[in-house]
């Protein structure tokens, strides 16, 4: 996958837990887990908000780009 969610190292950053952030913006644990472990196909810019406001941090800090092979939906 060639965005990867370094969700993880802002949160270890901010010393704040996966309990506590999925409870200050609002989302389930194991959606919040989904997206720290790179299994999200997607995210709502609302909670992309909701995220850069708890951790007090911009979506570059939580979002990388690296470039890799294509996939099949991109050939």
Known sequence: MAILVNLDVMMAKRKISA???AEKIGIT???LSILKNNKAKAIRFS???MICRA???QPADILEYR???ESPEEK
């Open 47 to 49: 909670t992309l908000e």
């Open 29 to 31: 644990p194991a959606n």
């Open 67 to 69: 470039p890799g092979p």
């Open 19 to 21: 309990g506590e952030l």
């Open 55 to 57: 951790l007090d941090c």
